[in-house]
């Protein structure tokens, strides 16, 4: 009894080794970073990179992806060779699909998973970092921008009102976005000219267009509670910042992990599928290119008789299974891992 239950448990536990579905999904061979405008005007980078399951058949349940950032600078010199380093794991926040929701995946077809590069990313390079948050519009050491505090955060729940990221360095009102921080302060600047408020302490000493625009004095601007808020021209237009990012990709020597979990549908076990990115495998200014072919079965031949496409169909069910059943589509692997210019892959179909 003991050795049958032995064979048993040795037979299944090498049966459900579920680590090995994870051959089965695919990752791009490059992570993209390009840039968007928004209406507002702000100019939005990311990092994308293509997931995909093989096998359609059987669709993995709770699929999630996680991005890490790992900063490993010039510890794999020659001379560092026996060093230690404070090796550091960021974690990267997940747009699309939003971490919020779990990082949800559907990956039976070819999915984008997308990390903003904003104000709080781990991948933003100084230079960003130092202009503050909304591509700049407010500056970091201004006053109005609030400290993390070590946590992870998105420009984007600010934008939607998820978070604040802005507040009044008179009143202490916290805001999401630098438009609603600018309508705080003249509302409240109307008010207190209307009932005599003293200058000095209140949002009538600070200079709205000073503090949120470019002066051609930045010398003169008045100090808000010991602090000189720095000019920023948020008329000015975006510029790219491509050569900034590779060459801060290249400096730190950053490594993107893209890690998906999921949980495999016949034995109901957990694996993860990890894929690594470095300066070598991430291309700028590109997009995904389309790989999703439409398969027309012949059975959709409309001049076969009813009873023959029936037939046909009944065919398929028993001896391929359901998917092959009327019309399908095909991923073309090989486009899977291609980028092409913006404008020519995904977007235009």
Known sequence: MFFNAFLLSFIFARLSRCEARASQVLFSDKAIINREVLPNGITRYMISARVYDADSMYPIVEAHCRFYAVKHRNMHLKDNRGVRFPLKLEPMRVAKPNDDWGELLYTSVPSTVMHHIDYYSPLSPPSKVKLGPEDGRLARNSGFVVDPCGLSLRESDSSTGGQDGLRCVVCGE???????????????????????????????????????????????????????????????????????????????????????????????????????????????????????IADRQPDDDTRMFWWRRKIIRLIRRVFVGRSAVGRSIKIDLDTFHETVNVGEGCSER
């Open 174 to 292: 916290t805001y999401g976005t630098v438009a609603n921080l600018i309508q705080h302060i003249r509302y409240y600047q109307h008010t207190e000219k209307h009932d005599d408020y003293p200058i000095v302490g209140s949002h009538l000493e600070i200079d709205v267009d000073a503090v949120f625009k470019k002066q051609e004095k930045p010398n003169k601007a008045p100090r808000i509670n010991g602090l000189k808020p720095k000019r920023i021209d948020i008329d000015a237009p975006p510029k790219p910042w491509y050569e900034e990012y590779r060459k801060h990709l290249i400096e730190s020597n950053i490594e993107v992990i893209c890690v998906m979990e999921a949980i495999d549908p016949i034995m109901s076990g957990t694996f993860q599928a990890i894929q690594s990115y470095t300066i070598d495998d991430i291309v700028f200014d590109q997009e995904f290119a389309a790989c999703v």
